[in-house]
Every structure is written in C-alpha cells, then in structure tokens.
C-alpha cells in the first residue's frame, strides 16, 4: 500500500512538473528582430500598432512596450527591412525612431491618441 501511494505522489508531482511554462523560444532561427523607439502612451496606441503591423510582409510577431515607449518586432529579413518597417509605422501616425508620424494618419487615430499625442515626439 505504501508504495502505491508513493508511486502515486511521483506521478502527481512529475505532472505538475512537466507542466510548468518553459521559456518562449523563437520558433525560426531565421527571424530578425527589431526594436522601434516610439512615443505611444496609452492602450489604444498599442492596440492599434499591434494589430496593423502584423499585417507587414513578413512580420511574424509585435508587441508594444507603453512603459519603454518601443515596439519589438519580430520579422523575416527575406520579406521586409528595419526601414520599410519604420515607415509603416509612421505611416499609420506614430513616430518610429527619427521618423516623424504622418500627419494625415495621425489625425484618424483615436482621440485619446491625439490629445496624448502618440505620434509627434515630446516637447511638439
């Protein structure tokens, strides 16, 4: 009896082990990763580039860092290029990097957005 209850307590524990979150892995070693320095503050700004970008050529993951103020991308070098990456993000209003946000996209963002003012850099 006692081993039954102590084959039983292994097998519990060895499941709860097995279990347990390991740490993310990039899935292709040929994915490049790139770091954007933008002026997001708020939610919707992350929100918004999160779901357009994804759209890119070649762009297989981005997440929005309000607290750094960046955006991480990660992307297939083959498809696309730190540049053209820059750009579709001003294209959409915000600041990427030294590039300014287009003006005209910069005005259909969400209000919140625009009062914060997302996509000029501070002190404009």
Do not use: W
């Not at 006692?2 to 390991?22: C, D, P, W």
């Not at 992350?46 to 992307?75: F, M």
């Not at 209003?93 to 000029?120: H, T, V």
Request: charged share 30%; net charge neutral; with cysteine.
């Amino acid at each position: 009896m006692k081993k039954l209850i102590l084959l039983s307590f292994l097998f519990a524990t060895t499941t709860l082990v097995a279990q347990e979150k390991q740490p993310e892995q990039p899935a292709d070693k040929n994915l490049a990763q790139l770091d954007i320095r933008t002026s997001t503050v708020c939610d919707m700004c992350e929100k918004t580039i999160e779901e357009n970008l994804i759209y890119e050529k070649g762009v297989k993951k981005v997440d929005v860092d309000l607290a750094k103020s960046e955006i991480h991308v990660q992307y297939d070098p083959r498809k696309n290029d730190p540049d053209a990456l820059r750009k579709a993000v001003s294209k959409m209003g915000y600041m990427a990097d030294d590039i300014p946000g287009d003006e005209a996209a910069f005005k259909k963002l969400p209000l919140c957005c625009q009062k914060e003012g997302c996509g000029k850099p501070a002190g404009k």
